[in-house]
């Protein structure tokens, strides 16, 4: 039904959807900024069109700039892929109003999982479980004191315009909350023009597991399993997996249920993730809900064999879903390859580079926009690559990783490959002995 897409993004993400719009014959069109004029997605795409300077919010945040380009090209639909406007209700509002096939879920739908407190309220109605603690608002600093008493200490205070991270402070007594409180409020105004707060139970060392469903216009949802994300630096993850070595086939299935439940209270359609905080009594906790595409997507693609983008394009197309739930069949593992500097404090480390040999053979797959010769602009995300593989067992995907990371070789900038090899070498990683606190300890060795 699409004869041509627009793929609102750069990067990586910008290749992998051109290659699978080839595979089902749909022309593509890449818009890139006057940073990016040399970049792969440019070159791969059918048709590209400039769309303003590097800064982020002259290019790829400037709607009617891309709007324009929709039209020139008189594109059908458009993919936002992650970042930028993928979780833009008003863009996807726009596309819609204009007979352009925004190719994820409706406005209204992003809306409903962007605002925390809604979520988190929709989630209860729906049975789906929840942190303690406060549902609603913080009216007040003594509302604030009250509520933490009856929750108990720690608490955390989020931001319910946040996400991700932004805007958190944990509160360990009530001595601190006073500070908290007001720091979290400004915070919260200053990052998204709202200072709407909330409490809830502090979790202490949670693991991150989230897992991807899929639902079709028509109302089903299924849902295709976990990814474990626990390896994260300062909310930014670095290492991705499925299964998760924490899983059992019981917490699977319950959580898969409530993944189900969770898209399916506000009529999810598109693909999507429900992320999840599960301590360490398997205890699970709805987070957030990611409303489009992300990156670690592929590790879900290698375990079940299965193209997470084609099947978010012919959900848009109006198609079906299968009704059936996935479970991994193979053990997935993606490391991010980012231009930073892991000896120095993850430091971003644009430039030019000088060579390049990308690792291949069994079990490995590349998804990268890069290439010899090649300058990494400084205006944007500082991941240059993700590097999976995929194996029978987690031990063996970790011996692969660890060979096609020694293979790789990217000079002229830093990387996060010495990284990933201490990484593949550490033993509470190997054992699966984790959470998301893990990263606050490690140390590179020289
Ligand atoms: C929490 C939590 C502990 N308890 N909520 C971080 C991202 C945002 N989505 C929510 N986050 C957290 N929420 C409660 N009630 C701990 C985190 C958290 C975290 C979560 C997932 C992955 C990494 C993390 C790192 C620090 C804190």
Known sequence: MFKKILIANRGEIALRVIRTCREMGIQTVAVYSTADSESLHVKFADEAVCIGRPASVDSYLNVPNIMAAVEITNADAVHPGYGFLA????FAQICNENGIKFIGPTGDMINK?????????TMIKAGVPVVP???GLLQSLDHAKGEAKSIGYPVILKATAGGGGKGMRIVWEESELERAYDTAKVEAAAAFKNDGIYMEKFVEEPRHIEIQVAGDQYGTICHLSERDCSIQRRHQKLVE???SPFMTDELRHAMGEAAKKAAGAIGYESVGTIEFLVDKHRNFYFMEMNTRIQV??????????FDLIKEQIKIAMGEKVSGADYYPQMHAIEC???????YNDFRPSPGKITNLHVPGGHGVRVDSHVYAGYTIPPYYDSMIGKLITVARTRNEAIDTMYRALSEYVIEGIKTTIPFHLQLMQNEDF??????????ESFVMKK
């Open 87 to 90: 979780e833009n209700a008003k």
């Open 113 to 121: 999982m962007g605002d925390k407190i809604t979520a988190k309220e």
């Open 133 to 135: 603690g406060g549902e």
């Open 241 to 243: 997996e499925s299964p």
């Open 296 to 305: 670690e997507h592929c590790v879900t693609e290698e375990v079940i064999n």
């Open 336 to 342: 991010r390859i980012n231009a930073e500097d892991p």
């Open 430 to 439: 190997r054992s699966g002995n984790f959470n998301t606190k893990f990263m």
